[in-house]
């Protein structure tokens, strides 16, 4: 992952790392973190170029928010999705949202 200079102010420490295909970042919400992991921390996520996707799993029932930065780098689209499958391209992968849920 190449972070540049607009995540320095988070800490990141993967600079020398380059990943030009795009790199998915995820991570799972609780009641106590739900608001501050879809308000505060997207917008600092999406300010790291490298990061095209940001998978948000829902830790109580099955739920993911899948935010991804267009080919345009500008826009970011979401899709909410309780099952089915979630294209990561790029890096050219596929989850299966209901897969990760199974008990």
């Known amino acids: 992952m190449h972070c540049g200079e607009a995540a320095a102010w988070r800490g990141c420490h993967c600079a020398g790392t380059d990943n030009r295909r795009g790199s998915p970042l995820t991570q799972y919400t609780h009641q106590t973190t739900r608001t501050n992991d879809l308000t505060r921390k997207l917008g600092g996520t999406?300010?790291?170029?490298?990061?095209?996707?940001?998978?948000?799993?829902?830790?109580?029932?099955?739920?993911?928010i899948h935010d991804r930065r267009r080919d345009d780098g500008q826009d970011i689209e979401t899709r909410m999705l309780p099952a089915g499958d979630i294209r990561l391209d790029p890096p050219s992968m596929t989850i299966t949202a209901k897969k990760i849920y199974v008990k």
């Not at 170029?49 to 029932?61: E, M, T």
């Open 46 to 64: 999406f300010q790291v170029p490298s990061i095209r996707h940001y998978l948000i799993f829902d830790a109580n029932r099955p739920s993911v």
